[in-house]
């Protein structure tokens, strides 16, 4: 066995070290000297890998490979049962951002029953996007309004936000959805879009007051009830 392949050989235990950062150190040596042998280990340790910081690491050293080689790996894990394989594909994917990838982002993705895996799609789905297909992508996206906690909201808000002006038709379908956190969280986007530096918190509770107004000059009570974080 030649050196080189003794030293690719210990990178690849390396990744798989009991102790985080010594697999920190092997991913920035891995993507420091780039090498497609490291393609399959670095997307496999993706896949599993507990520490956040590692796993960054790991999207980092992917990016420094070609998209030609990389594209395949990340392409086959977006379809994988393990929801942490699929949100940390679509990561990578969009920090690549070569759009031959954008076929892809399947509605089915937008909509994963994951959080973690939809916020991934979306903003995926928001960089790879090609020109012409965001109003579809937007309308899409519109119908996970009102999903999730805070962050998750925050994340739709954002993505929505980047498409731009395209955004409206569906937004203002969305304004008059039957349920109360729809309305709310699709509001909220729209001042946010307005006036980006308002923050969401302050965005969601004058949605909130927008929505509780109108119920009660429709004589019913359903903008009062619930809570946009459930």
């Given amino acids: 066995m030649s050196k080189q392949d003794r030293d690719t050989e210990q990178a690849l235990r390396r990744l798989e070290d009991i102790s985080p ?3 920190l150190r092997a991913a920035l040596g891995v993507g420091t000297a780039p090498d497609p042998r490291f393609v399959g ?4 340790r993706c896949a599993v890998e507990p520490e956040f910081y590692v796993r ?14 990389t594209l395949p790996a990340l ?10 394989a699929r949100s940390q594909a679509l990561h990578t994917l969009s920090k690549i951002g070569d759009r031959h990838a954008w076929p892809a982002i399947t509605r089915a993705l937008l909509s994963d029953a994951d959080d973690e ?8 789905a928001v960089v790879l996007v090609p020109e012409g297909e965001e109003h579809g992508l937007a309308t899409v996206l519109a119908t996970q309004l009102g999903r999730g906690e805070r962050e998750t909201q925050l994340s739709l808000s954002r ?6 002006e395209v955004i409206m038709p569906p ?14 969280h699709a509001i909220a986007t729209e001042r ?25 000059a429709r004589g019913d009570r359903s903008g009062v009830t619930g809570s946009v974080d459930q």
Avoid: C, Y
């Fill in 171 to 184: 937004l203002r379908a969305a304004m008059t959805d039957l349920d109360p956190l729809v309305r709310r």
């Fill in 75 to 84: 392409l086959h894990e977006v379809r994988s049962e393990r929801a942490q």
């Fill in 21 to 23: 950062s010594v697999r």
């Fill in 159 to 164: 993505a929505l936000i980047a498409l731009g």
């Fill in 117 to 124: 895996v939809a916020r991934s799609a979306w903003r995926a």
């Fill in 41 to 44: 280990k670095l997307v496999e």
């Fill in 192 to 216: 946010l879009l307005r006036n980006p530096d308002a923050g969401f918190e302050f965005a969601i509770e004058e949605a909130k007051r927008t929505v509780s107004w109108a119920g009660r």
């Fill in 56 to 69: 960054d690491m790991l999207t980092w050293a992917l990016t420094r490979h070609p998209s030609s080689v």
